[in-house]
């Protein structure tokens, strides 16, 4: 009687699974962005001009003591720029998201996933024109997009496209996965 018991039960399962599809597998449901985006340096520049990028909502912000941004730009003297988490720009009292940076080899058309690893949190970078850095955002706070998720991380690439050092501007291209844990960069809804 056990026995027919456990086999009805395993029955049941496996046609509950296959009807509903594969319940632990995650699906993405937003197609990956390119923008392009320009905003100034952190310093030479009022501080009421952008110098950081808010990367889900794809906007580029004004640096406050809200760190309600991911990255921060600045021009160093040799003319570069410099890519900075939020961590190293502001101390907010409520504490800011964790954000990782990651220099990936390549062009920004060739970089097409994000790495798993090997993001540094506690570093800026000095990028010259072309060179690309993968951005590593989390998510998961309360009512934030990822709250609930597996990988709270969203994913952006971001190479700097050139300066304008007269103005202290930055002209820059981003590709963004809005999706929770997805880390691809091909256009359309990711797989991966």
Known sequence: MKARLALLATISVAVGLNACGNPTSIQATFPTTVDSL??????GTPPTYPS??????RQ???VDGFA???VAFDINAAGNAVISPVKLVVVS???SRPVGLLRVPGTFETALEAPKTGY???SS?????GEVVIVQSAHNTAGDLCQFTINPNIYAKITV???NLASRTIFLRMGLDPNCGFRSFVAGIPTS
Not at 125 to 129: M, N, R, T
Request: glycine share 6%.
């Open 60 to 62: 580029i912000v004004r």
């Open 68 to 70: 309600a941004f991911d």
């Open 93 to 95: 009292p409520g504490g």
């Open 161 to 163: 496209d050139s300066l």
């Open 120 to 122: 540094e949190a506690d």
């Open 38 to 43: 320009s905003l100034f340096a952190l310093s």
């Open 52 to 57: 950081a990028i808010a990367v889900l909502s």
């Open 125 to 129: 970078f000095v990028l010259a024109a």
